[in-house]
């Protein structure tokens, strides 16, 4: 009997540390530096000021907000995503906001269950962007956000609830849950996703992993161009490889369009540092997803 209490007491004591090492790997992986309370909530982000800003300067710089999919963090999403690397060359601020739960994730649909969600991550949106630019010195002109997979969905719900906060968007592996018929129209969007996405099919409809009903992506393409004023017509200016890039012609000023096609690309990140590829799938390394968006970003802000 003593023998089974001594066995019983090891194997707790290694469950225990076990589990205490699992929660402080995940602490330093899972690191912010920055919170507000939001909603009556303690939210947090992740804050990256290249060494180039100047707080005594008059000229105003503009803010990424870039969105982890779900069960990513936001560390993870500035691995992934490289946007540091690029905003220490242009001289811009980058966030990366923290999804709540675990995994962590974001909130982009009303349901029965969760009717207030989506006004909560709205909110929550809305106060980062209120604290960034009282503590910088924020273009309000210039503010960018994109995100992957559950992110690029947020950054989708942003663009249709904050139109008059959010200068642009983009979208790489995008879950677009949110109805178009909510959408005001307006924000110029840049989209990629991978035909060989397993996660997100890029055909739509349901995936291995999620049961829900997610779009043609093309077609949802389509429709939002429709939400800027575009018309249906399409200009291909990259066809190389396993991309292909389209831009939708017509559209509202400063409202342009643009969507990229990764014939073998995966639930990934292009130009980005790979997932794991047994997951994700393939992360092609032809183009490159933050230059592109960024200098499509910075082309329609200089049009309106």
């Known amino acids: 009997m003593k023998n089974l209490l001594k066995v019983i007491f090891l194997f707790s004591l290694v469950v225990g540390l076990v589990l205490l090492l699992g929660f402080i790997v995940w602490n330093i992986l899972d690191r912010t530096n920055g919170s507000l309370v939001s909603s009556g909530e303690k939210r947090e982000y992740l804050l990256y000021v290249p060494e180039s800003y100047d707080p005594t300067s008059t000229q105003n710089v503009p803010l990424v907000i870039n969105i982890h999919g779900f069960s990513q963090w936001p560390a993870n999403q500035a691995n992934v995503s490289q946007w540091n690397q690029l905003a220490d060359e242009e001289g811009f601020i980058v966030v990366y906001p923290s999804g709540l739960g675990f995994p962590k994730r974001w ?151 643009v969507f990229y096609t990764i014939s073998d690309g995966g639930h990934t990140w292009p130009g980005g540092k790979p997932l794991p590829e047994r997951i994700t799938g393939k992360t092609t390394q032809e183009i490159n997803a933050t230059r592109l968006m960024w200098e499509f970003f910075l082309e329609q802000t200089e049009k309106r």
């Open 107 to 257: 909130r982009v649909t009303r349901t029965a269950e969760d009717p207030t969600a989506v006004d909560i991550e709205l909110q929550y949106f809305r106060d980062l962007m209120d604290k960034l630019s009282t503590e910088y010195a924020i273009d309000p002109e210039r503010i960018y956000v994109n995100g992957l997979s559950n992110g690029g969905g947020m950054s989708l719900r942003l663009a249709c609830s904050l139109s008059d906060r959010v200068a642009a968007i983009g979208g790489v592996a995008g879950t677009y849950l949110v109805d178009l018929d909510e959408c005001p129209g307006g924000v110029p969007g840049i989209f990629f996703h991978g035909q060989a996405d397993k996660i997100v099919p890029y055909e739509g409809g349901p995936s291995g992993l999620f049961p829900v009903e997610f779009p043609n992506i093309p077609t949802f393409i389509k429709d939002y161009a429709q939400l800027n004023g575009c018309d249906a017509n399409e200009t291909v200016f990259l066809d190389k490889d396993h991309v292909r890039g389209v831009r939708y012609e017509g559209c509202d000023p400063g409202a342009d369009v």
